[in-house]
Structure formats: structure tokens, C-alpha cells
């Protein structure tokens, strides 16, 4: 914070401090190709704290870190992913999609150092936490919240984040010894990437285009585009 | 990136741009007071562009982004947040807190220069989106890592944020004329800030501590200690 509080402006950071920013934004990748290169035990520390310091409705802090390193485990998971992903190629219509599909790489759970397991204990505080009555997933936001700080505090250390959503939640549930209540929200593989690519993978295999941001941004009311991208 | 790209390690940011990261998330506050000045349009440009670099699920960007300026339409909702926000207090059981919960402010929805709603759209590339089916709600989720960026990015503007979820979810679509099938994930308040606390402010009002992360932290399964923070 600079020195003259009654100014607006003067809450903002430095241009460099705002181009480091938004360069971890722009450079943060979903990575699924890792080097076996080992993690220093301080670099997750710091990855975790930042993920640790997310808003969270009502401060409730709903989410727990389950570091997974354990390799049958992992090969439980493995074994999971393979089953569903067969499921969800068998899925596609279109054969040329379909074959793609199957060409891509969609996890790194083995090759990983480590994979991490992020949940929500919604029993936290109950029954009154502030502000989540109204909207009742908060909780589950607020993890993915903890969770986007994780991904860019990991980009600033050089490491790479793969989330693997092509899971079966209730057996990876059960493998992690989650109790009655709690879930599971993400599954992260973490390490140290062979690459992060210049941009997201899905976009350069031509699987889908970056959307233009002007058609997502309206003006008081869905549908109204906003004048702010014209 | 450095020019070595073979070591893992030349990935990483260098110290001060990883410091930056870091005080932003250290910094990042939810806001609820605001100044009545008004935000540059490039400012909220750079902000929203930050949001819509945020992973999701099958690349889907399913979030839209409505800016709120409209007087008449902000007072209506600001009526909702006085109703359900009534209910909530009923709620508490114990007089003090119930005392204390009445005293904070929880919303800067007419004072902030606008007001901005996010959406998530499940009708996006629908019925196949690479990875959603077996965790359908990770499209919610990837709307709350676009709403995270943009909270830090903001924070690197200097331009404060502040999530309202105190209030009448339905109506607040119908209001908003959102189509069937696309839910208001977050509605927040948008603006330079009074100021930005050093804690977060349900913690400096002793409504809560934040949590000791070792307690958080996992290793391999739900409940074994990780000796990460020992």
C-alpha cells in the first residue's frame, strides 16, 4: 500500500508487481505431463498456504489438503480413472472427436510426485455459518476459491497442476477415508510439468476455441452486450 | 520463463515477481465499504480478462459476466438482501452473537460503483463437455476459479470485491433475466474500497480465527496428520 491512504489509486501495486500478477494468470496451464523430479517439502508449504488464505463464506475455511503419495493408492485411483475415461470416449458421436478423445492425455496420477486430494467439510461451523444458508453450495465455492490460489501459488514456484475430474467421487471418496458428509472436490496432480504449453492444451489440439470475451459480458440484464468490449 | 528449459526449476518465477503473487493473495480482502468513485473502464476490462483465463472444465468457459449499473435494479436487490439478511439474524441462537452479527456490515451493493454478477452456463457445448459427466458440478466449480482470478486481480488494481450470497437466489435470476438453466453463481460489489483490512474482518471482529493449516492437511487418507507442518 502506498503512503497516501485517501487516495483510491493509491491502493493499487506497483506495474511490475501487477505485471507478475497477471502473468501467472496468463501462464497458469492444466498440466498433465510431469518430470519425477521430487517436490522440496517448502515449496507445497508455500503452495498450501496461499491456498489456505482464499475467502471463504462466513471464514469458514472448509477444505482440507489430503497429500497423496502413497503408490497403491494412487494405483487404485489410476485403475478408477481408466474405467471412467473408457466410459466417457464411448460417449462420443462423432468418430473423429472420439479419436482424439483418446489420443489425449488426461491425467498425470502416476507420474506425478504427488497428487492432492481437496475436499469440503460442510459440517465445519454448523449449523450457523454466516451467509450460507441463502446459497448453500458457498462452501463448495469457497474450496474452489482456496483451490485457483493453489494453482497460481503453484505456477509461481514452476509447478505444474493437473485437476482430474474423470473420477468415480463416491470410490475415491471411500479409498480416501473421507467420513459421511465430507466430499471430495478436486483431484490435483502436482509436480514439476515437462512443459507449460503457451496455451491450454484443449485449444491447441483444436478441440475448442478461446471464447471472445465480449459475447460473455452483458450490461444489467442476460443478453444486453455490454459496450465495455466494442 | 528462463532460457534453460530442461531444469524444472527455470519455470519458476523470479523472487520478486513470486513475492507479488503472494502479497497479492496475502492481501486480498472481501470488501463491503467503498469509496464513490468510479472504476476506469480499461480497469474492469484488465479484470475481466483475468477471470476469463481461468481453467475450466473441457475448456468450457461456461461463465458470463453481467455488470451492474442500473440504480433501480440494484435497490431491488438490495431490498432482497434486507429481507433474507432479517431472516439470517432470526436465526442465531445466542444473544451476543446475534448482537454482533446485526452490527456488521455485510454488503456495499448500492455504495459500490457497480455491481457485477457471474454466471454459469451448463448448456455450453452441451451434452459432451471433456470431463464433466462423471463430476457435473465442475462447471459451477470453474466459474468460482474465473471469480478467484478476478478477485486478485482486482486486488492488484487496487479495486476492492465483495461476494453478497445473502440473498434470494430465484429471484435474483428472474431479476436478472437469466434463462432457464444458467445460475447466478456469485453476485459481488465492485469498487475502490474504504480500505483494505489487514485481517480479514469476521476475524478481526472475533467472529472467527482463521484455522492452524497443519491441522488441515492430510497425508494419504482423511484424519493421519501430514508431517508437513510438524
Known amino acids: 500500500m502506498n503512503s497516501n491512504d485517501t487516495d483510491p489509486l493509491a491502493f493499487s501495486f506497483s506495474e511490475p508487481e501487477r505485471a507478475a500478477i497477471h502473468k ?10 510431469f518430470l519425477p523430479n521430487p517436490m ?45 475415461n473408457a466410459r466417457e470416449a464411448a460417449r462420443i458421436e462423432d468418430p473423429a472427436r472420439q479419436e482424439l ?4 492425455t488426461l491425467e498425470g496420477i502416476l507420474e506425478a510426485p504427488l497428487n492432492l486430494a481437496i475436499t469440503c467439510d460442510p459440517r465445519r461451523d454448523a449449523p450457523f455459518v454466516l451467509g450460507r444458508a441463502p446459497m448453500p453450495e458457498t462452501d463448495l465455492f469457497s474450496t474452489c476459491l482456496a483451490i485457483q490460489n493453489l494453482w497460481l501459488a503453484a505456477r509461481a514456484e514452476g509447478v505444474g497442476v493437473g485437476w482430474v475430474s474423470i473420477l468415480d467421487r463416491p ?27 503457451s496455451r491450454p492444451m484443449l485449444e491447441e489440439v483444436g478441440w475448442k476455441d478461446r471464447q471472445p470475451l465480449g459475447d460473455l459480458v452483458f450490461q444489467d440484464r442476460w443478453g444486453v452486450r455490454s459496450g465495455l468490449f466494442s
Not at 501467472?24 to 505431463?33: F, G, K, Q
Not at 490435483?188 to 507449460?196: D, N, T
Open 24 to 33: 501467472v494468470i496468463r501462464s497458469r496451464r492444466d498440466v498433465r505431463r
Open 171 to 197: 470410490a475415491t471418496e471411500r479409498l480416501l477415508q473421507l467420513p459421511p458428509g465430507v466430499r471430495l472436490v478436486a483431484y490435483l496432480c502436482v509436480g514439476y510439468p515437462i512443459e507449460f504449453r
Open 101 to 104: 478423445y483418446t489420443r489425449l
Open 40 to 84: 522440496p517439502d517448502e515449496v507445497l508449504r508455500r503452495i498450501l498456504e496461499m491456498a489456505h488464505l482464499a475467502p471463504s463464506v462466513g471464514f469458514m475455511q472448509p477444505w482440507n489438503f489430503i497429500v497423496i503419495t502413497d503408490a497403491e493408492l494412487r494405483r487404485q485411483v489410476k485403475a478408477m480413472f481408466e474405467q471412467v
